[in-house]
């Protein structure tokens, strides 16, 4: 009797997980069939229909407004980036044209193929194709040519991204000193009201220093003197 009272609590469990699942838009899938009297042991999969789960998993929104500032701020970095590429000469464009294949997988392709091919037949391994460089001095001397210009393009390369860092750099720097200006005028602003409301915070020995603009060759002399001092010390 028991058994039977268990074999029916299975069927009726499965059933309701079956029916609970078909109401919510949950599709089911077997795993195993194991225990007698029970046709599956099903888990969901996350192929939910439910229209409140779907509002509930759905991305949260953008803030308004903030789509369009960034789609601005793309655009004027790509135009930007436009104008210099178009400003360059020819020659700093053909040197990073260089650096960018030379940084390529297929610049080591092409040089597997040459120097292997060039080995291969300098080593007589290929009967019918003479040898032209059997001690290999040629190829020294073309791998260390190559080596030198190589080299010069990359540092033409590195010159100009150095430059336009430095760029970056300056507005990053000028960017910030608007931003600390900003803020101390409105810290003047928010000291000047709570003055007038006659408002006392723990903070009000800190605002008269806070009310006065940072002076940045103040702050570089500060850091160069300590860079001094500890290489001194």
Known sequence: MTE???????????????????????????????????????VSQSINQDPIVARITQPS?????????????????????????????????????????????AFVYLHLVLF???IIVNLG??????QFDPSFVVLAMVASVEAIFLSTFVLISQNRM???ADKRADLDLQINLLAEHEVTKLISIV????DHLDISTNVDAEVEELKQ?????AVLDEIEEEQKSSASG
Request: charged content about 20%; overall charge positive.
């Open 4 to 42: 039977c009272t268990r074999r029916l609590s299975n069927l009726n469990g499965g059933a309701e997980l079956r029916s609970s699942a078909r109401l919510r838009g949950i599709s089911l899938h077997p795993i195993f069939v194991s225990l007698p009297g029970t046709t599956d042991l099903t």
């Open 61 to 105: 929104p953008k803030p308004p407004g903030m789509g369009a500032v960034l789609l601005r701020n793309i655009d004027m970095l790509k135009r930007r980036r436009d104008q210099e590429e178009a400003a360059a000469s020819f020659q700093d464009r053909l040197a990073a044209a260089i650096t960018r294949f030379t940084g390529s997988m």
């Open 116 to 118: 292997g091919s060039w």
């Open 125 to 130: 391994l290929l009967s019918f194709i003479p």
């Open 162 to 164: 150095a430059a336009a």
């Open 191 to 194: 000291s000047a009201i709570a």
């Open 213 to 217: 603009d940072v002076a940045p060759e």
